[in-house]
């Protein structure tokens, strides 16, 4: 009998079926990844501690319609297959102090180690710093004697998604993937080749770790450079999205970012920070990337600031209404919402602050305490500000919905009454 690493009196698992896969966690990272390994003809279990979020992908998995694979769900641990192929898609948010919280992909991890077979391969799909996989994940599978590479398969390929886009998905991006030996790396090769088009392997985890956090740091800075140049600009008199749109007629050295009320969702504002704590215990911090983070958490208030200077330094009273609150266009999701940061510090300056948005449903906690409209026109409010542009509001309605406007965006037609101000 091979050695296998186990104990002397452990029974010896079977080797995994190849045709199974688990998804832990069926957010928008793992839900859609369920439903492209369904449809590349595996048979999928997704899991996640909230039912209805199963519920959700099953149903999504039956509108598409498909056959030769299956996605099913549970909340149970105990009723997870034996699978093949384990991907980690959970969220590692930053916690109160700011840190990376990386508790839910421990919990994941000990998840597979509990559960899988000999033989399979558990890949990490969820944000983390560098030295996570070899570190964390690699731990967590290689106890009882197992060892990463010849008992169990480990790697790690960051997602990619990006929600809202139609033409994005796990199968048309481009993949990262990494894994601390060969034959964890051709395994993991075959599950990916078979789901995305396009696998673009590196030679350790931690080049496909750090290239995440790059990715989200580089958009981090530049959003953040240009909400402050978009203050110059208008300071000059200059339309910041025409400069930004002449400027990327260029075709090297520029990619063009546009102003707004300052990054949010899940990835952007958190990323740097997952980064900056390994440079920092490494000895080479970022001051960049920290001028970043705060520039980028800083920008609610300064447009905040801007409108009390509209009205003489106080907005005590005011009654101003943010016109969306999700963190990006056409995209239902207050995961980091510089808008809702935003009507919180109205609110604590005293004004009266008011929101609407077409594509919220119930109120969440974050904003159940502040009045909501159905549209701007029911509000009359003493200024408006644009929070999130989506496609369903009518831009140059809500320029005339008060007797101030004021725009992060640069995207509202000017008046010649001076009502519309860039901030």
């Known amino acids: 009998m091979p050695d296998t690493g186990l104990r002397p009196d452990a029974p010896l698992p079977a080797i995994a079926p190849a045709g199974e896969v688990v998804v832990i966690g069926l957010g928008y990272v793992g839900r859609p990844l369920a439903l492209e390994a369904a449809a590349a003809g595996f048979l999928v279990t997704g899991f996640d501690l909230c039912a209805a979020a199963g519920r959700t992908a ?224 490494a000895g080479a911090p970022s001051r960049l990337l920290d001028l970043a983070l705060a520039a980028n958490e800083a920008r609610p208030g300064r447009v905040a600031a801007a409108i009390a200077d509209a009205f003489g330094g106080s907005i005590e009273g005011r009654r101003i209404l943010v016109a969306g609150v999700t963190y990006k266009p056409d995209v239902a999701d207050l995961r980091g919402a510089a808008p809702v940061a935003l009507l919180h510090g109205l609110r604590g300056a005293g004004a009266e602050a008011l929101w609407c948005d077409p594509l919220i449903g119930d109120p969440p906690p974050d904003l159940a305490e502040i009045p909501r409209v159905a549209h701007p026109a029911d509000a009359a409010p003493d200024a408006l500000v644009l929070g999130t542009p989506h496609r369903a509001f009518d831009l140059a309605a809500l320029a005339r919905a008060a007797p101030l406007v004021f725009d992060p965006f640069g995207l509202l037609p000017a008046d010649a009454e001076g009502r519309v101000r860039a901030v």
């Open 58 to 281: 099953e149903a999504a998995w039956q509108a598409t319609g498909r056959r030769g694979g299956r996605l099913r769900s549970t909340s149970d641990p105990a009723a997870l297959p034996p699978a093949a192929t384990w991907l980690v898609c959970v969220p590692t948010p930053l916690d109160a102090a700011g840190r990376p919280d990386l508790s839910a992909v421990a919990a994941a991890f000990a998840t597979c180690r509990a559960r899988m077979p000999r033989g399979a391969l558990a890949c990490l799909v969820s944000t983390c710093q560098p030295g996570a996989t070899n570190g964390l994940c690699r731990a967590a599978l290689e106890q009882d004697g197992w060892r990463v590479g010849r008992d169990v398969f480990l790697a790690v390929s960051p997602e990619r998604e990006n929600p809202g886009d139609a033409q994005g998905g796990p199968r048309r991006i481009a993949r990262l993937l990494g894994a601390p030996d060969p034959a964890s790396l051709a395994q993991a090769r075959a599950f990916w080749d078979r789901v995305t088009d396009t696998v673009v392997p590196v030679a350790t985890p931690e080049i496909a770790e750090c290239a995440k956090l790059l990715e989200n740091s580089y958009r981090l800075v530049n959003v953040a450079l240009m909400d402050q140049l978009h203050a110059a600009f208008a300071a000059l008199g200059v339309p910041t999205r025409d400069v930004v749109a002449a400027a990327a007629t260029k075709p090297f050295g520029f990619a063009p970012f546009w102003p707004g009320l300052g990054a949010g969702g899940h990835c952007i504002p958190v990323d740097p920070a997952f980064l900056q704590m390994e440079a920092r215990r």
